[in-house]
């Protein structure tokens, strides 16, 4: 085994380490910010470089280093740098556990970068389990009663969610006696047809599945600690939720139901279908209760369950095409890494912002457009290339996702996908009618520290390159999403 | 007798118990012995797995130790939580939390 | 037969104390029917042949978890506030019982394939084998070392004032 493939990670560990003890021999707790970011760019460097080698797996078939794991890798390493650029300042309101919280920071990137890349199912359930615990205890570093009350409800309902995805892995362990995807897939197929429609544990085991990883995502029906906790953690960790977690989610079923569950077609179109039934409530009632929302974190909470509703769609697009076909994986990472810029931005923006306001509310935002015009510009296009729209990001990742659906005979669903981006610019728009025509509550301009307008400006330069030159990125996502091919 | 299905069924039947505890009590402390209650009816059914369809290779009860290790820091840090609450947040109550609101 | 007979006696105490950790009124005495439950599973994995994970059981759950709740229950008070439900009781039992239905129809439909082999025993070698030997799950393993790291710092974090 080549213990080099495992440096992303193990730069991870011994920077969180390093920090922690650091933390108790400076004062200088800028130092902190900047040693995390160091380890990030070293395991980012060291990630870049091994993309495209096709490595084997190693620690005994438990741990991928395709394209697929360093795609997101990077994906992960690239918002644990946004999340702590823009944490440099709000991290004072930590006083003491400003160590512990880039630490936790580090170690949640850890445990989402092996859940991109783990293909057992124990090594996986230890990995997303790592990832949950360092989130439950960031979201209660305010240490007030709303980021406390909303720590303890996603400790409890994250809890309740994992026991229940362990369930389905415990039946899917007990029908097929592996815990290795890939052996997992070579017993479902060794099966004949008949003996697999007699046997509902298989299938008992993906719903129970789907309903772990769809807390992981927020999907609707899963979806009930989003918005409590997206507004009682501190911001720059609730953009670090809405973004990283999402994704993580997503990278994990894409592997999972890809190496374990992809053949034969039925099966697949059966989850496919499973998806579809998600996407459909998730797009319609995050975008619904998005609409009354006056807390600007609210806000985005619900978009993100309405936008892992488009993201669902891709999903189900690929599990009913036919193998081989990856127009709808590459569309789904394309999709992911537009909206982790996006998300990023808007959520950056809104850190600055409200920072200095000292306020969530929407309408505390009147007259941003001449307080602060290059804030307002910036979470402006990001609210655009949610809605979807051109030059954003946005535009083009739903195009990917919508036409890989339609060109699998879901056009009902893309119906439904698009009326809802329809719905969505209403709420969004909002926001920028507000910023924009509103009547400031005063004339003082909005300043923001370089850390934060470094991150802003990084994320909004991934949301028009995205949108103007999409090919490269699909380019990367299409490289990555050709591991699924057998 | 006894058979593989004798443990899924026990294994079923307290998950399940664990699961109406969950989503009808309000004081945190029971629903976090609730989670307990599923996390050990899941390692009956691994273990059961363990025994009875990979015997030599241990396999279930590798992952039963996986989950002991998840479910203590799981209590330690929810445990931490509730600490934490009754410190200094008064204006919290632990018996009232409602986990189904939208 | 022997093992049979325990398996009911284990099995049924086990249940009935599960029903008391939801319907016993004081914290306490839910708590204390937890541990019993507990004991119960760690009896039936005996009956499972699985010795080693028996004492894990007792040295974590019923020794380390427990102590861990029944000291919250003690610091908080939570004794006197009693152990309320919420509105939702009965969509509750509702749910309860259809999920439980369908886990008992998939159990006993799906043919599972049991092997014939003999258990191993006693256990403990071979799991150790299995978690740190040649082609094992070392990977996890790590893991796991990195999450107790991550779950005290949140612990500390957390419990400490501010």
Redesign the interface.
């Known amino acids: 085994m080549n213990l080099a493939l495992f440096i992303p990670e193990l730069a991870l560990v011994a920077t969180a380490v390093i920090v922690i003890l650091l933390d108790l021999l400076t004062e200088q707790k800028r130092l902190l910010a900047q040693v995390s970011i160091s380890g990030l760019v070293v395991a980012g460097g060291v990630t870049v470089a091994m993309w495209g080698h096709n490595f084997p797996t190693i620690f005994n078939n438990m741990l991928a280093v395709d394209n697929f794991a360093l795609f997101f890798k990077m994906l992960f390493l690239g918002v644990a740098f946004l999340v702590i650029l823009s944490s440099v300042d709000y991290v004072i309101k930590f006083a003491r556990f400003q160590g512990e919280y880039y630490a936790l920071v580090l170690l949640a990137t850890l445990g989402m970068m092996l859940m991109a890349a783990t293909t057992n199912l124990i090594a996986i359930y230890i990995a997303i389990e790592l990832t949950s615990i360092s989130l439950y205890a960031l979201v209660g570093f305010l240490k007030d009663a709303k980021s406390t009350e909303a720590s303890l409800k996603y400790l409890l309902l994250g809890a309740v969610a994992s026991a229940v995805l362990l369930y389905g892995m415990a039946l899917i362990f007990g029908f097929t006696g592996k815990t290795n995807l890939h052996d997992i897939a070579q017993s479902i197929q060794a099966l004949s047809p008949p003996t697999l429609f007699a046997s509902p544990a298989l299938i008992l085991g993906i719903v129970l599945l789907v309903a772990g990883f769809g807390f992981k995502i927020a999907a609707v029906p899963f979806q009930m600690w989003v918005p409590d906790v997206y507004e009682g953690a501190p911001t720059p960790i609730t953009a670090y939720l809405s973004v990283a977690s999402k994704a993580a989610g997503f990278a994990i079923i894409l592997r999972v139901f890809f190496s374990a569950f992809g053949q034969p077609d039925w099966l697949s179109q059966n989850w496919g279908l499973i998806f579809a039934g998600l996407a459909v409530i998730s797009m319609t009632l995050g975008n619904i209760m998005a609409i009354p929302q006056s807390n600007i974190k609210r806000l985005l909470g619900y978009s993100s369950i309405a936008q892992a509703g488009y993201l669902m769609v891709g999903l189900a697009a690929l599990g009913v095409s036919p193998v081989g076909d990856i127009l709808g994986q590459s569309g789904v990472l394309f999709f992911l890494a537009s909206y982790v810029f996006t998300n990023m931005g808007a959520f950056i923006a809104v850190i600055a912002i409200s920072g200095k306001l000292n306020s969530d509310l929407i309408d505390d935002y009147a007259g941003m457009g001449k307080r602060a015009p290059l804030l307002a510009l910036a979470l402006t296009l990001c609210l655009i290339s949610l809605i979807g729209m051109p030059p954003a990001a946005g535009f083009m990742a739903k195009f990917y996702i919508f036409s890989a659906a339609v060109q699998h005979d879901l056009l009902w669903l893309v119906v439904i996908a698009v009326l809802n981006s329809v719905i969505s610019a209403y709420y969004y728009l909002r926001v920028v009618k507000v910023m924009w025509l509103g009547q400031a509550a005063s004339q003082e301009k909005v300043p923001s520290s370089a850390a934060l307008r470094l991150a802003l400006v990084l994320s909004c330069l991934g949301v028009l390159l995205l949108g103007i030159i999409p090919g490269y990125m699909m380019r990367l996502a299409e490289l990555a999403a050709r591991i699924f091919i057998p | 007798m006894l058979g593989l299905e004798h443990y899924l069924i026990l294994s079923a039947i307290l998950f399940s118990i664990g699961l109406y505890g969950v989503l009808s009590k309000r004081n945190a402390i029971i629903i976090l012995m609730c989670i307990e209650l599923m996390l050990n009816a899941v390692n009956i059914t691994l273990v059961a797995f363990s025994r009875y369809v990979v015997p030599a290779l241990l396999t279930g009860q590798v992952f039963a130790i996986f989950v002991i290790v998840v479910a203590a820091t799981e209590a330690a840090v929810g445990l931490a939580i509730i600490l934490a609450i009754y410190r200094g947040l008064e204006d919290i109550d632990v018996t009232k939390i409602n986990l189904l609101k939208w | 037969m022997g093992?049979?007979i325990s398996?009911w006696i284990l099995?049924a105490i086990?249940?009935l104390a599960?029903?008391g950790?939801?319907f016993l009124r004081n914290?306490f005495r839910?708590?204390l029917s937890?541990i019993l439950?507990?004991l119960m599973?760690a009896g039936?994995?005996i009956?499972?042949?699985?010795d080693?994970?028996a004492a894990?059981?007792i040295l974590?759950?019923v020794g380390?978890?427990s102590v861990?709740?029944i000291?919250?229950?003690m610091?908080?008070?939570?004794v006197q506030?009693?152990?309320?439900?919420?509105r939702?009781?009965i969509?509750?039992?509702i749910?309860?019982?259809l999920?439980?239905e369908?886990?008992?129809?998939?159990?006993?439909?799906?043919?599972?394939?049991?092997?014939t082999?003999?258990?191993?025993a006693p256990?403990t070698t071979?799991?150790a084998t299995?978690?740190f030997g040649e082609?094992?799950?070392?990977?996890?393993v790590e893991?796991?070392a990195?999450?107790?790291?991550?779950?005290?710092?949140?612990?500390?974090?957390?419990?400490?004032?501010?």
């Open positions: 093992l049979v398996f099995a086990c249940i599960a029903l950790v939801i914290v839910a708590a937890l439950c507990f599973v039936l994995y009956t499972l042949s699985a080693f994970l894990v059981q974590v759950y380390a978890i861990l709740i000291l919250a229950i610091m908080t008070r939570e506030r009693g152990s309320p439900s919420n939702l009781q969509p509750a039992f749910v309860a019982i999920l439980l369908v886990l008992v129809l998939t159990l006993l439909k799906t043919p599972w394939q049991i092997a082999t003999p258990p191993l256990t071979a799991l299995r978690l082609g094992g799950f070392i990977l996890p893991i796991a990195v999450l107790i790291l991550s779950a005290i710092l949140g612990a500390i974090v957390l419990a400490r004032e501010k």
